[in-house]
């Protein structure tokens, strides 16, 4: 069944959009950027868990670090389509995905969509 090329449209604008869809493209800095913020996250985590004791902290502890790791899948898997390569590559890249940040895009529009802005504005 082909896929309505307005629907494919919207779903690329959604990605670009929302941090937590598996749709678009991001660039490097924006995949620097995210990670700092789930290492912090992770920190802050390991902290309440640290201080606190009993099951129920321990528990919103494990749920929120699920969330952080779905959103580290679906920023590596955007940062894999900038790349030009599908999701299914997070499963086989899974050890190396610190190294996307090092990594180049694509310079123009691919399979999944337009390339990311440039940071701060650049050209």
């Not at 937590?20 to 985590?45: N, T």
């Not at 610190?98 to 701060?120: D, R, T």
Request: some cysteine; charged content about 15%.
């Amino acid at each position: 069944m082909a896929e309505n090329p307005n629907t494919q449209i919207e779903l690329e604008k959604a990605g670009e959009r929302s941090i937590f869809l598996p749709h678009g493209r991001i660039g490097r800095f924006a995949y620097g950027v995210r990670w700092a913020i789930i290492l912090a996250a992770c920190a802050f985590l390991g902290s309440v868990r640290h201080a606190t004791t009993g099951s129920e902290p321990n528990a919103l502890v494990k749920c929120a670090s699920y969330v952080l790791f779905a959103f580290l899948v679906v920023n590596s898997i955007k940062r894999l389509h900038d790349m030009g390569y599908g999701a299914a590559a997070v499963i086989f890249l899974g050890p190396i995905i610190p190294l996307l940040l090092f990594a180049p895009g694509e310079c123009g529009p691919n399979a999944y969509g337009h390339p990311p802005p440039k940071p701060f504005g650049r050209q």
